[in-house]
């Protein structure tokens, strides 16, 4: 999709909002990073370096994911998006908190957060949000206050505290 197809969906998208809603764009099929960084590298009248080109002008080389990267994005929470009168804008169907309960609630995060109580922020945000399926919970605080991943608590899975990458290599 070009710039200004995308743009377009944008503005017609906005002109369907009423207040409040969110909408999904269909933006054609995903486009995956290796195959966008050879395209990058081969547009730039560069090569790339590989075992069959060992004089190329730039490698590609896969790191794997960084903490907190995901392969896939979700674009929506709940699975029930509601089609539109345009065909490539989707309405999404998600629930909300009355604003007084939602206030209540932000108020108790805010005092759990200062307590730097990470599991007990998880589960309010496990019960706030239904549809959130949460992962490993690791306490970057803790990493940053002593400068190490040494001490970093995992709550699932204890393997990945010694698979993260130290302060001095970010």
Same mark, same amino acid.
């Given at each position: 999709?070009?710039?200004?197809?995308?743009?377009?969906?944008?503005?017609?998208?906005?002109?369907?909002?009423?207040?409040?809603?969110?909408?999904?764009?269909?933006?054609?099929?995903?486009?995956?990073?290796?195959?966008?960084?050879?395209?990058?590298?081969?547009?730039? &009248?560069?090569?790339?370096?590989?075992?069959?080109?060992?004089?190329?002008?730039?490698?590609?080389?896969?790191?794997?994911?960084?903490?907190?990267?995901?392969?896939?994005?979700?674009?929506?929470?709940?699975?029930?998006?509601?089609?539109?009168?345009?065909?490539?804008?989707?309405?999404?169907?998600?629930?909300?908190?009355?604003?007084?309960?939602?206030?209540?609630?932000?108020?108790?995060?805010?005092?759990?957060?200062?307590?730097?109580?990470?599991?007990?922020?998880?589960?309010?945000?496990?019960?706030?949000?239904?549809?959130?399926?949460?992962?490993?919970?690791?306490?970057?605080?803790?990493?940053?206050?002593?400068?190490?991943?040494? &001490?970093?608590?995992?709550?699932?899975?204890?393997?990945?505290?010694?698979?993260?990458?130290?302060?001095?290599?970010?």
């Amino acid at each position: 999709m070009t710039i200004p197809e995308a743009v377009q969906l944008v503005v017609q998208a906005g002109i369907m909002a009423r207040g409040g809603e969110v909408f999904v764009l269909d933006m054609g099929q995903p486009v995956r990073v290796l195959d966008l960084a050879r395209n990058m590298i081969e547009l730039s &009248g560069l090569t790339i370096r590989s075992a069959d080109n060992p004089e190329g002008d730039i490698e590609i080389e896969i790191v794997g994911l960084r903490p907190g990267e995901k392969l896939f994005e979700e674009l929506l929470i709940g699975d029930d998006p509601i089609a539109t009168p345009h065909p490539r804008i989707m309405m999404a169907n998600e629930n909300c908190l009355p604003w007084k309960t939602l206030q209540s609630r932000l108020e108790d995060l805010a005092e759990m957060v200062e307590r730097r109580d990470a599991a007990a922020v998880r589960a309010l945000l496990i019960e706030l949000v239904p549809e959130y399926r949460a992962g490993a919970l690791t306490d970057w605080v803790a990493s940053a206050t002593n400068g190490s991943t040494e &001490g970093v608590v995992s709550l699932r899975t204890p393997k990945a505290v010694n698979n993260l990458p130290s302060r001095a290599a970010s």
